[in-house]
């Protein structure tokens, strides 16, 4: 028995391993489908429609949602899971925050505004504004993501690639 909780564990280690310097990353969010994920290096700047892995900055704003279950940790600043989203606005779009999104006036599909998280609790959405230079804002399809929609653009300096899915699936 202990030889094969030693040889579990060390295959469980060795996969870890393998997966940080491989930019192997394992979702267990729903905000895209669970499963395995490839960081791939971005040799450009992002763009309107990029699926990307990135460190959400250590604020206040952020470790209130890791508290509440919307992050998970992980090896970013702050200890947080590096989030996959798409990117919905660059520098100098417009956000406009009411019952949905609107970019430069644009409605952004899937969008809607929700006043109160799973369990009830209040969650403030984003004020809206120009997107500052150095930042993306991000989007996510699924209804309860915790996305730009609430934390309002991020910095780009903590883009990590493309998420590329590996083995994934829609639950």
């Given at each position: 028995m202990i030889v094969f909780v030693t040889a579990s564990a060390s295959v469980?280690?060795?996969l870890a391993v393998t997966g940080?310097?491989?930019?192997?990353?394992?979702?267990?969010?729903?905000?895209e489908p669970l499963g395995l994920w490839r960081i791939e290096q971005l040799d450009r700047?992002?763009?309107?429609?990029d699926l990307v892995f990135i460190c959400p900055p250590a604020t206040a704003p952020f470790e209130e949602?890791?508290?509440?279950?919307y992050l998970r940790r992980g090896l970013c600043v702050g200890g947080f899971a590096?989030?996959?989203?798409?990117?919905a606005a660059l520098p100098g779009q417009s956000i406009a925050i009411g019952d949905t999104v609107?970019?430069?006036?644009?409605?952004?599909?899937?969008?809607r505004i929700r006043r109160t998280d799973g369990q009830g609790r209040?969650?403030?959405?984003?004020?809206?504004?120009?997107?500052?230079?150095g930042h993306l804002f991000l989007h996510s399809s699924f209804a309860s993501s915790y996305d730009s929609r609430y934390f309002g653009p991020i910095p780009v300096s903590g883009l990590l690639g493309l998420a590329k899915p590996i083995l994934t699936f829609d639950p």
């Amino acid at each position: 028995m202990i030889v094969f909780v030693t040889a579990s564990a060390s295959v469980m280690v060795a996969l870890a391993v393998t997966g940080f310097i491989g930019c192997v990353r394992l979702n267990l969010t729903r905000s895209e489908p669970l499963g395995l994920w490839r960081i791939e290096q971005l040799d450009r700047p992002a763009a309107v429609g990029d699926l990307v892995f990135i460190c959400p900055p250590a604020t206040a704003p952020f470790e209130e949602a890791l508290e509440r279950g919307y992050l998970r940790r992980g090896l970013c600043v702050g200890g947080f899971a590096p989030l996959i989203k798409t990117v919905a606005a660059l520098p100098g779009q417009s956000i406009a925050i009411g019952d949905t999104v609107e970019i430069d006036g644009a409605v952004l599909s899937a969008s809607r505004i929700r006043r109160t998280d799973g369990q009830g609790r209040p969650i403030v959405p984003y004020s809206g504004g120009i997107v500052p230079q150095g930042h993306l804002f991000l989007h996510s399809s699924f209804a309860s993501s915790y996305d730009s929609r609430y934390f309002g653009p991020i910095p780009v300096s903590g883009l990590l690639g493309l998420a590329k899915p590996i083995l994934t699936f829609d639950p």
